[in-house]
């Protein structure tokens, strides 16, 4: 049983988007004078204004969290208190090269939810030949591509 430590992936990039889209949409609000054949839009930005502002607050606390344990077992891999099973894995995704994101996809999925995502700590090259090595031993192929992610 080899054990590594990760941590969660910060989201500096949609950090950045979420506070330009912001400013915009605050902009946006700021200028649009109430009509009743605007009421619609008003509302509607507002919305979104809101959802922004919680993602961001997701955003924040993920980057606050500590890094945890992902353990290589025989049969599964666990990531904090979570555990995959081998034979529910189809691939391991890898996104960048100088410290690359790692996402788990699970069968039938395409898009990763964010608890099956992290980025190792420490010693990365020597985390990622661990891993690509268990996934030769279960038949997990390992990809390096970009992949999208749950919230």
Known sequence: ?????????SGSRDFIGI????VVLGSILASLTFTAYRQYLYYTLWIVLVLFVVYSFIIIRRRMQKPFLVQLDNSAIRLGNQ???SADIQQIWLNGYERPLVGIQSRGRRILPSSHCFVFTGDEEISLEQLSEWAGKHDIQVVNKPFLRWI
């Not at 049983?1 to 992936?9: E, F, Y």
């Not at 506070?19 to 912001?22: A, E, G, P, S, Y």
């Open 83 to 85: 555990n995959i099973k």
């Open 19 to 22: 506070l330009l889209n912001l």
């Open 1 to 9: 049983m080899n054990t590594l430590t990760a941590k969660r992936p």
